[in-house]
């Protein structure tokens, strides 16, 4: 039987998936409970990584159950032996091709900004990027420039091999954030390269304060070279919101 998770945590990386201060890992943490409550080693496939200081509220990982155990309460169990950092909000089974990473069909991320200079909420300051203020109408019209199918060559840092780096960004908007200080900008598309959000809004923001403008940005994509491009945005404001999968 195979079971499919889905997993909300602060701060880790997934798919090294470290946990400060004492070198957890979140794929280790959801192994030790099913090694408990199984009584063997169980393998667990997640969809994809988060870098060090990203955070999930929809990440998603399978594993096969070898004793079947229809009914079984696994969120339950596995928050109950888990740290509170790391949370299953969703499980079931599902059938035996589901994969979390190869079946995933589209992903979707949020970046936080934080934008008053005076002070940052102790709430929030783990989840934005306190840039201070910027000027709105110059970022949307950058993000008109990345939004469709592109080769984002140029918002890919080191450290991933992958076969293309086309990708189709179906999504870039701005929304209002939790707090009068906060705007959240949203990223879906069939697929990511590493830290190609943080490297987007880490573009917007120089666009925010008038160091690039549109036709710089189209100039950066069109490089294809990543040394062309600003520094990566911190990954502080960087949650996975979902990873949709077909018939979802």
Not at 12 to 39: H, M, S, Y
Not at 140 to 167: I, K, P, Q, W, Y
Not at 181 to 204: D, P, Y
Request: charged share 25%; hydrophobic share 40%; net charge neutral.
């Amino acid at each position: 039987m195979r079971i499919r998770l889905t997993l909300a945590y602060e701060g880790t990386d997934f798919c090294g998936w470290q946990l400060q201060p004492d070198d957890r890992t979140v794929q280790g943490e959801v192994e030790k409970a099913l090694l408990t409550i199984l009584g063997r080693p169980v393998r667990v496939h997640g969809s994809g990584r988060t870098d060090a200081g990203v955070h999930a509220l929809g990440q998603v990982c399978h594993f096969d159950c070898p004793d079947g155990r229809d009914g079984f309460p696994w969120q339950r169990s596995l928050n109950a032996l888990m740290p509170k950092d790391v949370r299953v909000v969703d499980s079931g089974a599902v059938p035996n091709d589901f994969h979390a990473r190869y079946g995933a069909r589209q992903k979707t991320y949020e970046y936080a900004l934080w934008h008053d200079r005076g002070f940052c909420l102790p709430q929030r300051r783990r989840f934005v990027w306190a840039c201070g203020p910027v000027d709105v109408p110059r970022m949307e019209a950058a993000a008109e420039v990345l939004a469709g199918e592109h080769d984002f060559a140029a918002f890919r840092n080191v450290g991933t091999d992958v076969e293309s780096t086309v990708r189709t960004l179906s999504e870039i908007v701005l929304a209002p954030g939790p707090t009068a200080h906060e705007s959240v900008w949203r990223f879906t598309a069939n697929g990511f390269l590493k830290q190609m959000v943080r490297n987007i809004m880490g573009c917007l923001v120089a666009c925010g304060r008038g160091r690039l403008d549109a036709d710089g940005v189209r100039a950066i994509l069109d490089s294809r070279d990543r040394t062309t491009a600003p520094a990566t945005a911190p990954p502080t404001g960087l949650t996975l919101v979902r990873v949709d999968y077909a018939g979802d």
